[in-house]
């Protein structure tokens, strides 16, 4: 490309990286707003409110946290272990439903893919999910509860994942495998999933985070403390604060509370937030790339 | 690719393992087991996540020899309480016991509870006997009993709380204060308090006078003197003629303390973000920003808000009790409509009610590891423990069955307390509608309505910022449009046919 721009395209160039810049002041200022807010001294936070650049700062937020620490440091390991597990699970049967259904010499392909398209614009609600998942498979409170429901395979990524193998691997690949006397199995493994790495990682990414963010199947599913993990954590306490701030009867009945104060809210999130901040850079590249290339064409 | 296929063979096993495992665990756990002791679910609301596994194993310890009653304890967050309960009934999982926090009437409703007549008179005599005629009649509908009103001080009435140090400092005369017996009275006082707020504001501008204590109000405002809210405030029974059901936003008396919040707000006595704080009074309170608030309090309340928040307060009644249905019945315990355990249900709750040693468990924890016995016969942290470490620290005495019974948290506080509480319940004034619950069901499209239209103008009007010479108007307009006409209708009917029945 030139180095020379005309004029007008350096003004464009500049109007756009303004427009950009803002944008991303946007969707920083509030995280720079929470991280700041975790290390305001209560007082100034109660006195004056968050501020970008708080005047007296306060680690008691993080100390208080780090005192109940086993608590925590439980819930991340929970949130951890569904995580791995549930992420390494979705990437084994997610592509192994994908990849049948992008061969066109696969029979009964139609009905398969139908099914895999109502369940992203249908489901049965919560109330159903819920008999299901404890009357059946009797998962309340157990760790599968926060790794089966909902979250394991999802219609999305499998459309996405299809769209890749349809359109990254040439039939030709898959012929010349099996000329060379390599069956299904094989193909799968040492073929196609070596040459998917992209959308590999970008649906591990989705599912990851789902995984990490997740805090509805602990809200059912899950009412022994121990398996709770850290969004269910922070979600209750955050809920509970809520709910005592605005019910008269119980202020009514002589009961008051000790609130985790603002400061508290705010270092559990950034907590909560942490690992995938730190993490998500490494994954972009993959990210990009496998979003782009699968999802061109339906 | 031997890796993958292992990988994905131990994890097919490892999951149906699990499933089959959760199969078989769950089958035994609920109903009676070889040596006579029947197994209930007791599902309870928890203000804080606490392990209750602990609590669960004491409280058996207690119960099982006693009434041959096994308790699993559910404790659920209580912001996720009544959709969780709801997911247990529906999913016909085993629920016996359930408390609740201000969710009677739409359990009522939705038939979610047992009618527990007959259990009560043989099972739960004593806690028939120790609750009372008059607050069992608040759960009652048709000659039902549907739940157990928790017993706590009921005689709850608006209260001043003004920092100490500033009635001291500017010599404010509080002890003009008086308990209303009228509304007149009642405006007295909030004349009183008006020019306390100006001497305040003058030594102090950069104190809020007064803030929101919770729900983004100003508490005196949405609380008429001696009217029946009727469980939602839309369509009350005014102290003038508590035989119509009438629209307390059309009356004179709501103009009048709407007026008092708006003529504070001008003065620049209201915290500024009065409608949208998520804070409650005692966070502003500790921080050195309110001077004061109000609150529905009882007495005990003055201490429960210094050892809160570690300020030296005053806390003056300015209104006289009157109790209606919704103060009796806004929390307490039913049995499901899906119990299949109602006798031992009803065996537990008659305990909840009657033994000191099940209610202080619940109350304050284990003791030796959550409480101890102070030389004043008051409880408190046992030595290494504080606020801040306490394993349970639920402080939910208010709830759970019968507070009376129970220990008073905090050494060195007044042991007669529970007492007098008692004694207000029986010496206040009572709702001439006490005991009439009514059942929304029919009208829940307008309620929906009616609610959404009240979130937009309550808040600015109670908290002073609308000007109520031009808003009430366009707040009743709305209301009328949104259909409360149809509610009243609806409330009066019922509240016609419970009196014909009295």
Redesign the interface.
Known sequence: MSNVLGRGEKIFQVIIHIILLLLAVCAIAPIWILVTGSITS??EL??DGYSFFPKSLSLDAYI?LF?KASDILRAYGITLFITIVGT??SL?ITPMLAYPLSRKDFSGKTVIAFLVFFTMLFNGG??PS??MW??I????N?I?SLI?PSLLMNGFNVILMKNYFAQNIPVEIIEACKIDGAGE??IF??MI?PLSLPIMATVGLFVGIAYWNDWTNG??YV?D??L?SLQN?LN??L?????????????????????P??GIRMAISVVGILPIMVLYPFFQKYFVKGIAIGAVKG | MKKSRVLAALLTASMSVTLLAGCGGNSGESGESSDGVESIVFATPLVKTVDMERIEKALNEILEPKINVHVDIEGISMANYNNQIGLMQSGGEQLDVMGYIGTYSSWLSKNQMLAMNEYLDEYGADAKEVIGEEFLKSTTKDGSVYALPSLNGKAASMTIVIRQDLIDELSLPVDQLKQASSFEEYCENLDLITEMYAQIHEAHPELACIVPYSSNTLMFTDTMPFADRMNDDYGVLMPDDYETVANVYETEEFETLVGYAYDWNQNGYVLEDATTTQETGNTYLMNGRAASFFIKGEEGQEEQIETATGVDVSAIKILDPFITTTDVNSMGFAISATSEHPEAAMKFLNEMYTNPDVVNLLDWGIEGEDYQVMGDGTVDFPEGVDAQTTQYGLNMDYFFGNQFIAYIWGEGRDTTLMQRLEENNKTAQFSPAMGFSYDNSSVSNEIAAVSNVGAEYLPGLRCGTLNPDTEIDKFNEALYSAGLQNIIDEKQSQYDEWRAEQ
């Open positions: 209560e007082q109660i006195l208080y005192r390494a699970g084994i919560i109330v819920y008999i404890t009357q498979f009797h998962l309340k157990t599968w089966l199995f094989r493994f040492k999933l809200l059912y009412t403390t121990e709770f954590l209750r306490i809920q509970d604060v809520q709910f005592l701030s605005s019910s008269s009867e119980i202020s009514a009945a002589g009961g008051s509370m000790e609130m104060s603002v």
